[in-house]
């Protein structure tokens, strides 16, 4: 026969969201059918990996919404890779971790009343990662480099030179932390570029900017 000719139609997503600097990349995930947690049976689970989102729809619905469930660690690339149950109806998550040490992981899912885990039931939980170096180069060395020199180019948006001293004696901390917490778009720069707030807590994120501030001290 003609292999040209499809064998059946493809139906639409039971739910779809657009592309943003902070949301880019579903992971699938599974239709809840175990009893640890009855309040998701019957919904699919499912995570965003740039963001470290666990959310989930209830498919039934005609025009279904996400709810957040949780959110890792590890977010961005080196983030969660698969969600799985196992026989003991537990939702089960795995996750890349940074590239200098094996931190890899196999989550599970807490209740809110339980001891504190790498997850937590908030969906608006910020990481507890306190390696500034290592927070740049899972989540800004895809675009900035890892040296921060800029030459991961995106499309036709070319990052600036971190190690450059016109660039560093321009731009004031306040400038570089509001970029990291609000994202490019807030800041009349590029939209790739997420907003970080809700991920990381102030602490973190005064250690990224200085982290963008050493590379100024590297040439």
């Known amino acids: 026969g003609n292999s040209s000719v499809p064998l059946g139609t493809l139906p639409p997503p ?36 740039q963001a470290g989102l666990i959310q989930f729809i209830d498919p039934s619905d005609k025009a279904p919404t996400a709810h957040s469930l949780a959110r890792t660690r590890d977010l961005s690339q080196f983030g969660i890779t698969s969600i799985t ?3 003991d109806g537990r939702l089960l998550v795995t996750t890349l971790g940074g590239k200098s040490a094996n931190e890899g992981k196999l989550l599970t899912l807490k209740h809110l009343d339980q001891p504190a ?11 507890n990662s306190s390696n500034p170096s290592q927070n740049f180069q899972m989540l800004c060395a895809r675009c900035h480099g890892e040296n921060g020199a800029g030459t991961n180019a995106s499309e036709n948006v070319t990052p600036p030179d971190f190690r450059l001293l016109s660039w560093q ?14 994202g490019g778009e807030a800041n009349d720069l ?26 100024g001290m590297t040439e």
Do not use: C, H
Not at 24 to 44: E, F, T
Not at 169 to 182: C, P
């Open 14 to 49: 039971v739910y779809a969201y657009p592309q943003d600097s902070l949301m880019r990349a579903v992971i699938g995930g599974v239709l809840y059918r175990g009893n640890r947690y009855p309040s998701l049976s019957g919904k699919d689970v499912f995570a965003e990996n």
């Open 85 to 87: 149950t196992d026989l």
């Open 117 to 127: 885990s790498a997850m937590s039931s908030k969906g608006n939980q910020k990481t």
């Open 169 to 182: 004696v321009a731009t004031s901390d306040e400038r570089i932390k509001s970029v990291i917490q609000y």
């Open 190 to 215: 590029s939209s790739d570029m997420p907003a970080w707030n809700n991920a990381f807590t102030d602490a973190e994120i005064d250690g990224l900017v200085k982290v963008v501030r050493g590379f």
